[in-house]
Nanobody
Framework: QVQLVESGGGLVQAGGSLRLSCAAS????????MGWFRQAPGKQRELVAF???????NYADSLKGRFTISRDNAKNTLYLQMNLLKPEDTAVYYC????????????????WGQGTQVTVSS
């Protein structure tokens, strides 16, 4: 069994910062790409950023310069540093990871966290 647990969400004022964490645990051989998604009220889930196992990252264009994705492979943990937050950043943020569970497996499975609420007040 594999579990992803997000933490770090909360209520902040516009212009403030939050740092989200996502810890993967369970039967894990290796983790490939990890990413953050978010879903605002009444909107579709969208990609925030993703990062490969080698540390190469990509961001949604609108978030470049404000958000930074990173990972600690030794801890199987993903991070999202969010700065200069805006009310439109309010959403449930989800962690995603492609995980290879066994050394003899040739494929990775897709896992999701339960989500953490980020609310930015004006």
């Amino acid at each position: 069994q594999v579990q992803l647990v997000e933490s770090g969400g909360g209520l902040v004022q516009a212009g403030g910062s939050l740092r989200l964490s996502c810890a993967a645990s369970g039967s894990i051989f290796s983790i490939n790409t990890m990413g953050w998604f978010r879903q605002a009220p009444g909107k579709q889930r969208e990609l925030v950023a993703f990062i490969t196992s080698g540390g190469s990252s990509n961001y949604a264009d609108s978030l470049k310069g404000r958000f930074t994705i990173s990972r600690d492979n030794a801890k199987n943990t993903l991070y999202l540093q969010m700065n200069l937050l805006k009310p439109e950043d309010t959403a449930v943020y989800y962690c995603n990871a492609q995980i290879r569970r066994y050394s003899h497996s040739a494929y990775s499975d897709d896992y999701w966290g339960q989500g953490t609420q980020v609310t930015v007040s004006s």
